[in-house]
């Protein structure tokens, strides 16, 4: 491809964007790939890969209507893929989702209904943010394991039934971690843990799609856009609540 139909391809799809919003220039795609004579052949104005024919193909042509993008399409465009994950269209309720997650790996979000059910300061930093999110997380190879059945269900040790449970309040039993060699990943009790999934089930709204490529970027791109109030890894506005909360429960179970 030449240097002007890289820089329109990148633009378009915003697969890669410039910190100042200005678009791609075709020089700058010119003085990037000299830069890297192992990666790329040059040819005039025209770049290849190292190993592929030098073939030039046809200059784009600039579409007056933008085409309909079909859902297996969804995964390669990571700005469409953001759109469906986070459009609260849809979201469906936590409690109607048990035989729809697939076992495929993906992103997930959830959302709470009302964000006056929080206990101070949660409610107070929603209300802040005007915003519901509260957790986006990936499953790097099953979200029905992962989203569905750890975070969801307490089937496993997942990290946002563990906030969750601490932000309402819940203590897991005292000493449960003592004799474990992981001294972190506390349980609550299996009546609380009950309790626990009956408050999701009736408060939270659910979202996923399905993914399979560069996870840890596009994660934290979004934690760090949304500020989602349950995640603390990779949040600049994580809720310290939040982390004394869970140390709380690290101590319990430990002691």
Not at 16 to 34: A, C, N
Not at 53 to 70: A, D, F
Request: proline content about 4%.
């Amino acid at each position: 491809m030449t240097t002007s139909e890289i820089a329109y391809e990148l633009n378009k799809n915003k697969w890669y964007q410039k910190k100042d919003g200005s678009e791609i220039q075709p020089f700058q795609i010119h003085g990037r790939t000299r830069n890297y004579p192992q990666l790329f052949n040059r040819n005039g104005s025209t770049v290849s890969l190292i190993g592929q024919k030098n073939i030039k193909v046809s200059s784009p042509i600039i579409q007056t209507e933008k085409p309909k993008t079909k859902i297996t399409e969804v995964s390669k465009n990571l700005v469409l893929l953001e759109k469906v994950l986070m459009n609260e269209k849809n979201f469906k309720n936590a409690s109607d989702i048990d035989n729809l997650v697939p076992s495929n790996s993906g992103l997930y979000c959830i959302r709470i209904k009302n964000y006056k059910v929080f206990p101070e300061p949660f409610d107070r930093v929603l209300e802040e943010r005007k915003h519901n999110i509260i957790y986006i997380g990936i499953a790097s190879q099953n979200l029905k394991k992962r989203f569905l059945n750890q975070e969801l269900r307490a089937n496993g040790h997942g990290t946002f039934f563990r906030s969750i449970g601490a932000v309402l309040g819940f203590k897991p039993p005292k000493g449960s971690l003592k004799n474990r060699a992981n001294k972190k990943n506390y349980k609550f009790s299996t009546s609380d843990e009950s309790k626990i999934i009956e408050w999701i089930n009736k408060n939270l709204l659910v979202n996923w799609v399905e993914f399979n490529d560069d996870f840890e970027s596009l994660e934290t791109n979004l934690i760090q856009k949304y500020l989602p109030l349950i995640n603390i890894a990779k949040n600049p506005l994580s809720v310290k609540e939040l982390s004394d909360l869970r140390a709380e429960c690290v101590r319990i179970a430990n002691s």
